[in-house]
């Protein structure tokens, strides 16, 4: 049904240009009639220059022939009226064809020969301003428009004049001034002759055109509102349909879209009743962008195709008047043969293209279907595959949990049960029982400290739980951490002094307190009785620093490596046979990293160690990230 509607829509078009070439055909005709039969040489004169206008647009050189008729004529009769008004046609056909300099050596001569006629001098002058203005002798053309207008004014030619304030206003509608073109528009329409003259809508277009580049809007539309009924009374439908489109476009980019889609639709109504290709080009190619901007594409694509059918019928149009120019009926039959086997090809083309355009779209939809697909299942896979990662990082650190407390927690489990039956089945006195409750304490504070650690790093290895900030002052944070190991320096009579910088600070405390501790108990383990133990805190400008150093035992490049690595959670045996998990330090770098910090190891073997780390200093409260 789509491509009947098309065929018949293409056919009506034809017949509307084969009417429209009759009536040019049977215009020239009759001008060639009226001047054979002409038996008065001035007549003559008249009928050869308008024989010339007529074939201007159709072709130029007939037209400059009869120009030159009229001309030679003119001359012949000493008619200065028409030798001018020759003169100035012939000149605005070598303007249109780009000859401007040949333009103006016609209007020279012209103007040399109106002297003293001030209606004849204004029209040389206005035609030679518009040869200056197209040479970009933007000057002179300003200059020779004002000198046009003077003219016009001594012969008091009100319609003559506002034509020359109404080029000037094109002028400066054409270099983007605005202001200037809505000044001389506005005088232009003081000199028409009330709503007699096309000008009069012309006028009313420039002004909507200078408001709407200014973005003036409502104005921009009012003045298109007054050229469309302008052109409708007078009545011009070319000019209201062009009119349609300005007010549509305005509509758009002011935001009125339901007014600007309406607008652009009667352009079209319009334009297919006038059957102008040009306008229905026009009007197509305005709803396709209208469609395209608004994201209703499948309607652009519409309007799109029909601006390409009434472009190939353009061309089709122009073809024929070609034609008609030369004056060949046999060429107009024969082009009408040619139409409508172009028609025909043109239809079966259409179809073939629907085809395959149907044919893409289901291609394009099978792929899309298939690689929506493959993206899903893709996904579900890699989904897949990153919690089995996950799981087997789970199941691992379990196994290591698992192994630490089997081979930490028996031997310390079995010497207590031990000892509990020993003491059940009464075999050891007061003296022995006294002797392995001062041995046990130490087993029992390392055992708690075991498993303290164990729940905590078990935690940031399932949660990977972030420090959360809280306001923490360096001397309490440190005082504390001393106390909680206190009863452990005390077991080996080792004494720890502080040098602490009383600073106040955001950090997660739990989180600092569990470090400092670790390393006071790893420095107490490692170190012999009666020694010393420094723990220090300072600020050194943005950063905190916190350091325990102890004259222990001390630790080889390797050893340290392994610590900071976690290669493995060996545990090695302390100064008083102390045991652990292997697991403190790495937990304190794996908590310190968590605060945006790295723990630090300075270490000799039999020389003692040091151990520091720095955070960020943070003054007001806010969660650590």
């Given at each position: 049904?789509?491509?009947?509607?098309?065929?018949?829509?293409?056919?009506?078009?034809?017949?509307?240009?084969?009417?429209?070439?009759?009536?040019?055909?049977?215009?020239?005709?009759?001008?060639?009639?009226?001047i054979s039969i002409a038996d008065e040489d001035t007549l003559k004169?008249?009928?050869?220059?308008?024989?010339?206008?007529?074939?201007?647009?159709?072709?130029?050189?007939?037209?400059?022939?009869?120009?030159?008729?009229?001309?030679?004529?003119?001359?012949?009769?000493?008619?200065?009226?028409?030798?001018?008004?020759?003169?100035?046609?012939?000149?605005?056909?070598?303007?249109?064809?780009?000859?401007?300099?040949?333009?103006?050596?016609?209007?020279?001569?012209?103007?040399?020969?109106?002297?003293?006629?001030?209606?004849?001098?204004?029209?040389?002058?206005?035609?030679?301003?518009?040869?200056?203005?197209?040479?970009?002798?933007?000057?002179?053309?300003?200059?020779?428009?004002?000198?046009?207008?003077?003219?016009?004014?001594?012969?008091?030619?009100?319609?003559?004049?506002?034509?020359?304030?109404?080029?000037?206003?094109?002028?400066?509608?054409e270099v983007n001034k605005n202001d200037s073109a809505i000044i001389?528009?506005?005088?232009?329409?003081?000199?028409?002759?009330?709503?007699?003259?096309?000008?009069?809508?012309?006028?009313?277009?420039?002004?909507?055109?200078?408001?709407?580049?200014?973005?003036?809007?409502?104005?921009?539309?009012?003045?298109?509102?007054?050229?469309?009924?302008?052109?409708?009374?007078?009545?011009?439908?070319?000019?209201?349909?062009?009119?349609?489109?300005?007010?549509?476009?305005?509509?758009?980019?002011?935001?009125?879209?339901?007014?600007?889609?309406?607008?652009?639709?009667?352009?079209?109504?319009?334009?297919?009743?006038?059957?102008?290709?040009?306008?229905?080009?026009?009007?197509?190619?305005?709803?396709?962008?209208?469609?395209?901007?608004?994201?209703?594409?499948?309607?652009?694509?519409?309007?799109?195709?029909?601006?390409?059918?009434?472009?190939?019928?353009?061309?089709?149009?122009?073809?024929?008047?070609?034609?008609?120019?030369?004056?060949?009926?046999?060429?107009?039959?024969?082009?009408?043969?040619?139409?409508?086997?172009?028609?025909?090809?043109?239809?079966?083309?259409?179809?073939?293209?629907?085809?395959?355009?149907?044919?893409?779209?289901?291609?394009?939809?099978?792929?899309?279907?298939?690689?929506?697909?493959?993206?899903?299942?893709?996904?579900?896979?890699?989904?897949?595959?990153?919690?089995?990662?996950?799981?087997?990082?789970?199941?691992?650190?379990?196994?290591?949990?698992?192994?630490?407390?089997?081979?930490?927690?028996?031997?310390?489990?079995?010497?207590?049960?031990?000892?509990?039956?020993?003491?059940?089945?009464?075999?050891?006195?007061?003296?022995?029982?006294?002797?392995?409750?001062?041995?046990?304490?130490?087993?029992?504070?390392?055992?708690?400290?075991?498993?303290?650690?164990?729940?905590?790093?078990?935690?940031?290895?399932?949660?990977?739980?972030?420090?959360?900030?809280?306001?923490?002052?360096?001397?309490?944070?440190?005082?504390?951490?001393?106390?909680?190991?206190?009863?452990?320096?005390?077991?080996?009579?080792?004494?720890?002094?502080?040098?602490?910088?009383?600073?106040?600070?955001?950090?997660?405390?739990?989180?600092?307190?569990?470090?400092?501790?670790?390393?006071?108990?790893?420095?107490?383990?490692?170190?012999?009785?009666?020694?010393?133990?420094?723990?220090?805190?300072?600020?050194?400008?943005?950063?905190?620093?916190?350091?325990?150093?102890?004259?222990?035992?001390?630790?080889?490049?390797?050893?340290?490596?392994?610590?900071?690595?976690?290669?493995?959670?060996?545990?090695?045996?302390?100064?008083?046979?102390?045991?652990?998990?292997?697991?403190?330090?790495?937990?304190?770098?794996?908590?310190?990293?968590?605060?945006?910090?790295?723990?630090?190891?300075?270490?000799?073997?039999?020389?003692?160690?040091?151990?520091?780390?720095?955070?960020?200093?943070?003054?007001?409260?806010?969660?650590?990230?």
């Open positions: 049904m789509k491509f009947v509607l098309q065929t018949i829509l293409l056919t009506t078009l034809f017949i509307i240009v084969s009417d429209k070439l009759s009536s040019q055909v049977s215009k020239t005709d009759s001008l060639k009639y009226a004169v008249e009928l050869y220059r308008e024989m010339a206008q007529h074939l201007t647009y159709n072709s130029s050189d007939e037209a400059i022939e009869y120009y030159k008729k009229s001309l030679d004529l003119a001359t012949e009769l000493n008619d200065i009226t028409g030798i001018v008004n020759a003169s100035v046609g012939l000149s605005q056909i070598y303007s249109m064809n780009g000859e401007y300099k040949q333009s103006l050596a016609i209007l020279d001569d012209a103007t040399s020969l109106s002297e003293g006629n001030s209606s004849l001098l204004a029209l040389c002058h206005s035609n030679i301003a518009v040869d200056y203005y197209n040479l970009g002798y933007e000057k002179l053309f300003v200059d020779h428009t004002q000198i046009a207008r003077k003219y016009n004014e001594e012969a008091n030619d009100s319609v003559a004049l506002s034509y020359n304030f109404n080029n000037i206003g094109s002028y400066y509608l001389y528009l506005n005088k232009a329409l003081t000199y028409i002759d009330g709503k007699t003259d096309k000008l009069y809508g012309y006028i009313y277009d420039g002004l909507g055109t200078a408001e709407k580049n200014q973005k003036n809007y409502s104005k921009a539309l009012f003045h298109y509102k007054r050229a469309k009924a302008f052109f409708e009374e007078e009545p011009s439908e070319y000019e209201v349909i062009k009119q349609l489109h300005m007010i549509a476009e305005v509509e758009y980019e002011s935001g009125r879209i339901s007014s600007a889609f309406s607008s652009a639709k009667e352009a079209l109504q319009r334009s297919e009743k006038l059957g102008n290709y040009k306008l229905l080009k026009e009007s197509s190619a305005l709803l396709s962008s209208l469609c395209e901007q608004n994201g209703y594409y499948r309607r652009s694509l519409l309007y799109a195709r029909k601006e390409r059918a009434y472009i190939d019928s353009l061309d089709l149009k122009n073809n024929t008047e070609l034609i008609d120019a030369l004056g060949t009926k046999h060429a107009l039959e024969l082009n009408k043969r040619n139409l409508q086997i172009s028609e025909e090809m043109n239809n079966q083309l259409w179809k073939q293209q629907q085809f395959l355009i149907g044919f893409s779209v289901l291609i394009v939809l099978l792929l899309c279907m298939v690689a929506i697909g493959f993206y899903k299942k893709n996904k579900e896979h890699n989904v897949n595959r990153n919690l089995l990662i996950e799981l087997d990082k789970l199941n691992d650190s379990m196994r290591k949990i698992l192994g630490i407390i089997g081979h930490d927690l028996r031997d310390s489990i079995g010497n207590l049960k031990n000892f509990t039956q020993l003491m059940h089945h009464k075999l050891l006195d007061n003296e022995s029982i006294d002797g392995l409750l001062k041995k046990f304490v130490p087993m029992v504070n390392s055992t708690h400290n075991l498993l303290e650690n164990l729940l905590l790093w078990s935690q940031n290895n399932t949660q990977g739980f972030e420090p959360t900030c809280q306001d923490t002052n360096s001397y309490s944070l440190i005082s504390d951490a001393i106390s909680h190991v206190s009863h452990l320096a005390n077991t080996k009579h080792i004494c720890i002094i502080k040098k602490v910088d009383n600073i106040n600070f955001c950090g997660d405390r739990n989180m600092l307190l569990t470090i400092l501790r670790n390393l006071l108990s790893n420095s107490i383990k490692f170190s012999d009785p009666d020694s010393i133990i420094k723990i220090s805190c300072a600020l050194k400008a943005d950063k905190i620093k916190f350091s325990v150093s102890d004259n222990g035992v001390g630790m080889s490049k390797s050893q340290i490596n392994s610590i900071l690595s976690n290669d493995n959670h060996n545990s090695t045996a302390g100064t008083s046979g102390e045991m652990g998990s292997g697991l403190g330090l790495y937990f304190c770098s794996t908590l310190i990293e968590k605060h945006r910090g790295s723990l630090k190891i300075k270490s000799k073997k039999g020389e003692g160690s040091t151990f520091s780390f720095e955070i960020p200093y943070k003054r007001k409260t806010k969660e650590l990230k």
